[in-house]
């Protein structure tokens, strides 16, 4: 069965940058998307963008361009995420998903960032 | 960027209720549209994807319809663990968009 086992919980400076792990199983790793979504204390979900393990591209959402930065392992089947410049508004649980054509049947567990000096 | 917006935004209903949840896009997203249910503490879990086509291992009181800007989840008659909060997002384009939930209480 497809399994996205995600870090643990980290706590970060503002200005620090944290860097998000997410180890695929159970599928071909290079075969499909890995989307990173987050959600902030309380609140909704927010797409962050999305890394093609297979040939590394990428696209993010505007608002993260220039702050995260997406790659993979192939060897190891992970997936990672990198958010930089980090402000108290980072503070969320980040989420990976795979992305089967235009959905995302599988989740991670999620990581939560807190962001606070 | 395309917005999506639910309603509403709580709803309280009993065990047995039908219910319904709306969604609409601010342009037409023709078929790409899911739905996700996350219970606290949990990540969001698969339900509908494609509008209407219910996600492997979801009961069949799930179900989901529309198309261009309107969608709606349907929950035939609900059960004690459907309690949650109840998300849409457009995958027609990039960035992909999600509602801002609805969130479903026992009355």
């Known amino acids: 069965q497809v399994q996205l086992v995600q870090s643990g919980a980290d706590v970060k400076k503002p200005g620090a940058s944290v860097k998000v792990s997410c180890k695929a199983s159970g599928y071909t790793f290079t075969g499909y998307y890995m989307h990173w979504v987050r959600q902030a204390p309380g609140q909704g979900l927010e797409w962050m963008g999305w890394i093609n393990p297979n040939s590394g591209d990428t696209n993010y959402a505007q608002e993260f361009q220039g702050r995260v930065t997406m790659t993979r392992d192939m060897s190891i089947s992970t997936a990672y995420m990198e958010l930089s410049s980090l402000r108290s508004d980072d503070t969320a649980v980040y989420y990976c998903?795979?992305?089967?054509?235009?959905?995302?049947?599988?989740w991670g567990q999620g990581t939560l960032v807190a962001v606070s000096s | 960027d395309i917005q999506m917006t639910q309603s509403p935004s709580s709803l309280s209903a009993s065990v047995g209720d039908r219910v319904t949840i709306t969604c609409r896009a601010s342009?037409?997203?023709?078929?790409?549209l899911n739905w996700y249910q996350q219970k606290p503490g949990k990540a969001p879990k698969l339900l509908i994807y494609a509008a209407s086509s219910l996600q492997n291992g979801v009961p069949s009181r799930f179900s989901g319809s529309g198309s261009g800007t309107d969608f709606t989840l349907t929950i035939s008659s609900l059960q004690p663990e459907d309690f949650a909060t109840y998300y849409c997002?457009?995958?027609?384009?990039?960035?992909?968009?999600f509602g801002q939930g609805t969130k479903l209480e026992i009355k």
């Open positions: 342009q037409s997203i023709s078929s790409y």
């Open positions: 998903a795979r992305g089967d054509g235009s959905y995302s049947p599988d």
């Open positions: 997002q457009q995958s027609y384009s990039t960035p992909q968009t």
